[in-house]
């Protein structure tokens, strides 16, 4: 059992004092659907998710050491979008296996940030295919407008002139 307001930071392991890093920082974090400090932290002490969101098990933070080295990006939640998952407080890079090519990959902390904050990608759906994977799936042909117009019951004409 880690002491009391301790955690280990997930990029360096160092233990550090969660009220005190930057990522964490009261008005830094204050989304008004997202966790609080308290649900924050004991989801980190516990190691895994229990008591807030679901989508994902894992807090993502580092400490202010690892963001200040640059091994990690702070990362704003009232920048993200997120709902019953937890934001990110911070980005790191992630190396994982394309289940498509198996070759394996990194999930650039550069690209999170852009993904997340630049593009607006809901923060619980990571790329499942590596980038050469991804842009090589066959795209969805969008329907055209007309086609969504045509799929619209007929407008009812009460109300107009
Ligand atoms: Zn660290
Ligand atoms: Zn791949």
């Known amino acids: 059992m880690a002491h009391r307001g301790m955690g280990e930071c997930p990029v360096c392991r160092y233990e550090v004092k969660l009220s005190q890093q930057q990522c964490f920082a009261e008005q830094h974090i204050a989304v008004s659907h997202g966790p609080s400090r308290e649900q924050v932290f004991a989801g980190i002490l516990t190691g895994g998710n229990p008591d807030w969101g679901s989508s994902r098990q894992y807090v993502h933070w580092a400490c202010d050491t690892c963001i200040e080295k ?67 799936k066959p795209l969805r042909t969008p329907l055209r407008y007309e086609a969504i117009q045509a799929m619209q019951p007929p407008a009812t004409s009460s109300g107009e002139a």
Not at 73 to 82: G, N, R, S, T, V
Not at 87 to 92: G, L, M
Request: hydrophobic share 35%.
């Open 70 to 136: 640059g091994r990690a990006i702070l990362a704003h939640p009232k920048q993200q979008e997120f709902y019953r998952c937890w934001p990110y407080f911070a980005y790191f890079s992630v190396r994982f296996t394309c289940p498509r090519c198996e070759v394996e990959f990194e999930f650039d902390k550069r690209d999170q940030f852009n993904r997340f904050e630049v593009e607006h990608h809901w923060v619980q759906v990571w790329p499942r295919f590596c980038r050469a994977c991804s842009s090589s």
